[in-house]
């Protein structure tokens, strides 16, 4: 790996550098490597203070957005409105907004400069009045009072909701707590159907797959090979070893990149995270109703993949 030519143009860029990085040197470099990173992070922003403000933005209107369209199709016109917004300002001339497309809170200019959208209230039903107007273009005494309720709902979550991510991660853990037998191959009771995109290839790498009766581990060099295809996946769904381990087959060899055998517990950490990350989301966005909806869709869809549900 040639350090001197790599450019980060995005937060992707970082992402595959980094698998490079664990790949090549292993989890211990990469965390030290994170390390500094977050360090030089750290001093430009102190240098730097960029800071924001709603005159950096341009207040796009939507006409035809209005209260009498549905939640669905109003989310959907306000994903399609932010998408024009980023490809007509975010350029390195407006940098607010462009470290706003390439970070996390790229969601933030749906409710800056074009719409808030629908909320939900404390008994998690949706406001039937959308907040139409934008941040930046301000909002009326009636769209301030649907926002104050949905800002409480946020709050309440957070309050009375934080301890349930925790308790379902002990519960994850006992339910998941299985260890790979390094020594051992079962005979699976089935095999995982999956199909492999460009989109989910990296999900599948160091499976091993089932293919005219040979077994075939997937990895950076082979895995372009299957995109676009149904494969049968060895899962540990299937596994039958007894006394909660799992043969390296169907497993993976997944665990000699995370150096640890022990894929229940981080399992339930990941499941876990993903939970209460999408907990947290309702107090940050003010309780928006597709913020609710995508999460626990999101969260099921994840589960029913894993073959959990």
Not at 98 to 121: E, P
Not at 151 to 163: E, N, Y
Request: with cysteine; glycine share 4%; aromatic share 10%.
């Amino acid at each position: 790996m040639d350090i001197d030519k790599i450019t980060f143009k995005s937060k992707k860029d970082l992402n595959t550098f980094l698998k490079q990085v664990f790949n090549e040197y292993g989890p211990e470099t990469t965390a030290k490597l994170i390390a500094a990173l977050q360090k030089i992070g750290f001093e430009l922003s102190t240098m730097l203070g960029m800071t924001t403000s709603y005159k950096d933005y341009v207040v796009m209107e939507a006409k035809d957005l209005s209260d009498k369209v549905d939640p669905d199709t109003y989310d959907k016109k306000l994903e399609e409105y932010s998408k024009q917004y980023f490809d007509k300002y975010a350029t390195f001339n407006n940098p607010s907004v462009y470290a706003m497309k390439i970070g996390a809170a790229r969601n933030n200019i749906k409710q800056l400069a074009i719409s808030r959208g629908y909320f939900v209230d404390v008994r998690n039903k949706i406001i039937p009045r959308p907040v139409v107007n934008s941040l930046a273009k301000g909002i009326n005494q009636r769209e301030f009072f649907d926002y104050a309720n949905a800002a409480r709902k946020g709050i309440l979550d957070r309050v009375m909701f934080t301890q349930k991510p925790g308790y379902f991660l002990r519960q994850a853990i006992y339910a998941l707590n299985v260890e790979v037998d390094v020594n051992k191959i079962c005979e699976p009771k089935d095999l995982l159907t999956v199909t492999i995109t460009d989109k989910n290839k990296h999900k599948f790498l160091y499976r091993f797959i089932k293919q005219k009766d040979v077994d075939i581990l997937l990895d950076e060099t082979n895995i372009d090979k299957f995109v676009g295809k149904e494969v049968k996946m060895y899962s540990p769904i299937y596994c039958t070893l007894p006394n909660n381990k799992i043969c390296k087959r169907c497993a993976g060899l997944i665990y000699e990149k995370l150096n640890s055998k022990q894929l229940g517990v981080l399992s339930a950490h990941a499941i876990s995270e993903f939970a209460y990350t999408g907990l947290l989301k309702s107090m940050h966005t003010g309780a928006r109703a597709k913020v609710i909806h995508k999460t626990a869709q999101d969260l099921i869809n994840s589960l029913k993949k894993g073959g959990m549900l």
